[in-house]
Every structure is written in structure tokens, then in C-alpha cells.
């Protein structure tokens, strides 16, 4: 049960990173073929901390599609590693990241934005920031979701941190995702 409720908190954390990057170009459109972002992430749920992390890696790229393949690893468990093919010819849609499992869709209203520098680790970067309102269905859960990024055209794929909090199963479910590497592999 608790990684079924992982996946969906996933998934559920993914449509407002794509969702800002839907506003601009497609993030992926520049990127090359070895790019990849890690990120921490810390997640309380039901009275537990759970640790972990998550790779985004550029496995092959073309003009028209770049596939994606994400590995996590939570509490020092490995997930399955997925991979996602974005076509780069269309915009960017936030709804099939990941692909919300059993014909699952989300509904992303985006807030309040403005710009900020923010420190990760050593390193100082110029973000945009944006919050969301997520409504989702997956898995057969309702999900509720208060969602903020932070943007950088400096990262591969863009993200630089995210906050969300939502209600997931009766439960509350904060989690943070904060970049700790990125770069090219080749």
C-alpha cells in the first residue's frame, strides 16, 4: 500500500513541473543525450519521514521526441525505473507525465508566479517560481495538491525544487524535491 501511495504522490508532484514548463518552451527541446537532474527528496506521511531520491536521465533524442527514464530509489528501495517518450513537435502536456496508471487525469490550475534567486546547496540559481492547484484522480484516489516550483533554465530538464502538500487516502502528504546534481554523463 505505501508504494502504491508513493507512485501516486509522484505522479501528482509531476504535473505542475511540466505545467511551467508548458508555459515557455518545451523543456525538454534543448537537451541532449547524457543530461540528467538528481534530486532529494524528503516526504512526511502518516507520522513518517521517508528519504529517497530521483534521477531524470535523456536516454535517446531526436528534432521530434526525447526519451526520458526516471529511477528512484525510497528508504533505500529501488523503484522500477519508467521511461517516457516527449514529443517535442507538440506542447508540453503536464497530465501525461509519468502517465497517471488506470486512465488516471489531473486537473492543474496554475497561481501566483514571480521570479527569485534560490540557493541549492553551493550553488545560487535565477528561478521562476509558480504555484498550482492539482486535482487528480489515480489509481482510483482522489488527490488534492498545493504545489510549488522553482524553474532555472540553467538545469537540465528544469526543475530546481518543489514543494507540495495534498491529501492523499485521508492522509496529509508533505514532500520537497530539491535538486543535488545535474549535468551530462557523456
Do not use: C, H
Request: glycine share 8%; aromatic share 6%; net charge positive.
Amino acid at each position: 500500500m505505501f508504494l502504491r501511495l508513493f507512485t501516486v504522490v509522484l505522479l501528482a508532484g509531476a504535473a505542475p513541473m511540466a505545467a511551467r514548463a508548458a508555459d515557455d518552451e518545451n523543456p525538454f527541446k534543448n537537451v541532449k543525450v547524457g543530461d540528467y537532474a538528481t534530486y532529494k527528496m524528503t516526504t512526511k506521511v502518516a507520522g513518517f519521514d521517508v528519504a529517497g531520491t530521483m534521477t531524470q536521465s535523456v536516454v535517446e533524442k531526436s528534432d521530434k521526441e526525447a526519451k526520458i527514464k526516471v529511477v528512484a530509489n525510497i528508504n533505500g528501495m529501488d523503484l522500477p525505473a519508467q521511461e517516457q517518450t516527449i514529443d517535442l513537435t507538440k506542447p508540453y502536456d503536464p497530465t501525461k507525465v509519468g502517465g497517471l496508471p488506470g486512465g488516471g487525469e489531473a486537473k492543474v490550475e496554475k497561481g501566483k508566479e514571480g521570479k527569485e534567486k534560490i540557493k541549492i546547496g553551493n550553488k545560487e540559481y535565477e528561478a521562476t517560481w509558480t504555484s498550482y492547484k492539482v486535482k487528480a484522480n489515480a489509481m482510483g484516489q482522489d488527490i488534492a495538491a498545493d504545489v510549488k516550483t522553482w524553474m532555472s533554465k540553467d538545469v537540465p530538464m528544469g526543475m530546481v525544487k518543489m514543494q507540495m502538500t495534498m491529501d492523499v487516502m485521508n492522509m496529509k502528504v508533505e514532500m520537497t524535491m530539491e535538486l543535488t546534481e545535474s549535468g551530462n554523463k557523456k
